[in-house]
Structure formats: C-alpha cells, structure tokens
C-alpha cells in the first residue's frame, strides 16, 4: 500500500531563510507527487506536481520539488521564505487509481 | 476559474445525531471527493464518486453515507455522530479520475460534537 511520511510537524524559519520539507513515499512503481498548501481557514491549493520525468519541478512562489527514487523522497524547498508562506503543507502520493495518499503535513512558522 | 463552495462552514451536533454536510462545484468536473482532515493526522479519503449517482468508498467510510444526485453536488451524511468529535471535513473536485489530476478543494465544514 502506498503511504507518505512528512518527518517534521513544525518547521520554523526566519523570513529570508531557504527552506527544506521533508516527505518520503511508499509507493511500487513510479509514482505521480504532489504538494499541497493550506493557509488558514482556507482548502488546499496545489504547489506543485511531479509527472515521470525530469526530477526537479518548478511550482507556484517559487518553490521547486526535488524526486529521488533511489531515497524515495521528495522533498520541497524555496530559496528565500516569505512571511506569507506561513502555512501547512502537505505531500501527496498518487497511483493510477483516483485516490490519493496525503502525508500527515508540516506546519510552517516564519519568524520576522 | 471555478469555485466549490461547502455549507455550512461551522456545524454543532449532538452526539448520535445525523448530520448532513453539502458541497458544491462549478468547474464542471467529473470526479468529487470528502476528506476528513483531523489535526497532526493528514486528510483521509471518506468517499469520492467518479460521476453523478457514483459512490465509491474511501479509507474511512464506516459512519458516513455519501450522495451525488446531480454532476455539481457532492453531500456526505454523519450516521450518528460521536461525541468529542472535532474536525474539518474537505470536499474536492478534479477533472478526471486518476490521481494524476489534480484537486481543487473548498474551504471546508469544521464539526464539533458536544
């Protein structure tokens, strides 16, 4: 069964700082990857999405995913955080089928 | 752009109550979903429907109903509520329904039960 793990429930960053969110998959084969974020009181919105191909995607706001097969991850990152990141965000997991597989999210605090 | 839009935003039951909660969409997907999201835990997939009079059943069906009689509408029915009970509850559309594609979500239903 696929599963996602997100290792850090908080991550706190100063604004200006890069920044990493861990997320390792379980998953056969090769499978499509998502990151979601949520700002507060709000649904999720996607960031970014990874389709077979080239391992490094770009999203929205400057974030960029990397894909590792070989370490079954992938994890998200922004060079330079931003006091409206603030937020929680999720990484997702997908098969052929229609369901998806969210990690159990990481909650983002930029301090001023 | 399109919009999904949950009502009500805030809802309180009473334990064994049922209690119903609707969704929305004018993107004019196919595919519709209910997640639970409880804090720390990620969302969990309730039930999802590929096409109007669709059900399929998620990870976390037990004690929930679901009903998609027109292709925008998507309601999920709590059988009984359980007390203590506290989270939010997302509906999502996409397009098709491979998880290839991607979600749109509204901006959810928060239960507390007393």
């Known amino acids: 069964a696929q599963s996602v793990t997100q290792p850090d429930a908080r991550v706190t960053v100063s604004e200006g700082a890069s920044l990493q969110l861990r997320c390792k998959y379980s998953y056969f084969g090769t499978p499509y990857l998502f990151w979601y974020v949520q700002y507060p009181r709000q649904g999720l919105q996607l960031l970014l999405k990874?389709?077979?191909?080239?391992?490094v995607v770009q999203g929205v706001n400057g974030f960029e995913a990397e894909f590792s097969k070989s370490n079954s991850s992938f994890h998200l990152r922004k060079a330079s955080v931003h006091w409206s990141d603030w937020a929680v965000y999720f990484c997702a997991v997908g098969n052929a089928g229609a369901k998806l597989t969210f990690g159990g999210g990481t909650r983002l605090t930029v301090r001023p | 752009g399109g919009i999904i839009t949950q009502t009500p935003k805030f809802l309180i039951g009473q334990e064994g109550q049922k209690l119903t909660l609707k969704c929305q969409q004018n993107f004019n997907h196919d595919t519709m979903y209910w997640y639970r999201q409880d804090s720390g835990k990620g969302l969990r997939l309730i039930y999802y429907?590929?096409?109007?009079?669709?059900?399929q059943k998620g990870d976390l069906s037990e004690g929930y109903d679901a009903s998609r009689e027109k292709k925008s509408s998507f309601s999920l029915t709590v059988t009984s509520a359980q007390k203590n009970e506290m989270a939010v509850f997302l509906c999502a559309s996409s397009m098709g329904d491979i998880s290839a594609e991607t979600l749109y979500f509204g901006s959810g239903t928060r239960l507390t039960v007393l």
């Open positions: 429907s590929i096409t109007e009079n669709d059900l």
């Open positions: 990874y389709y077979p191909g080239d391992p």
